[in-house]
């Protein structure tokens, strides 16, 4: 069962995130394991240690862009163009970005000029950088929010920010802080968790697979 966006119970919040990771390894897909520590743990340090001006590769954004079209749709055609992006321009515009920032709309606006950075795409970046203040516009997060994930678009962006913002300071306290992209992390994650066979359809696959290879080891 898909976790409600209006649910209050922070416990439930927490028991989704904590979920992410496997989560993650539950849609077997051998790199994405990688590819998200890459994005979660590695990528936000990298970006911020190169203070008083951080920015982003070409590297790193297209590593990036596997990570969300491997975490979501494939779409081989948005990495090729963001691989062959040129370093400088790639560099100026995401310094410009991340200064821009708490001004959301402005960051995304100086992504989305580089070829293949589409709302979706820049909010993954501005993500990386700064998760209090701006989440992955993901599908599964944009359903549960916004009731659907096809606009992709400023517009809609924005309304998802603010409305991510408000959960975030709503599931706070004292004891333990939400950020926006931990209500995304926790809504994909519910989200994956609902479309996986329950424990007992599990455990019902597993012995009818042993039961099938006994018999064809007896044929």
Known sequence: MVMEF???DVHLWKEALSSYKSRIESLNKPKLVSLDDFYTNELPP???QRNPNPYITTSELSKLMDWKLTRGKWRPRLLNFVSSLDEVVVKSASQ?????LP????????????KGVGPATASAVLAAFAP??????????????????KEYTMKQYLVFVDKLQAKAKELSSKESTFTPSDVERA???S???????SQSAKADIETKSKQN???KRKQ
């Open 187 to 189: 809504l994909w994650s």
């Open 96 to 100: 410009k970005a991340f200064q821009s």
């Open 46 to 48: 990298l970006i911020r």
């Open 213 to 215: 290879s006994k018999r």
């Open 132 to 149: 209090e203040v701006a989440p992955f516009m993901s599908d599964e997060a944009m359903i549960a929010v916004l009731g659907n994930s």
């Open 191 to 197: 989200s994956i968790g609902a479309k996986l066979p």
């Open 6 to 8: 209006k649910c209050s």
């Open 103 to 114: 001004d959301v709309s402005k960051a995304v606006s100086e992504l989305t000029v580089l």
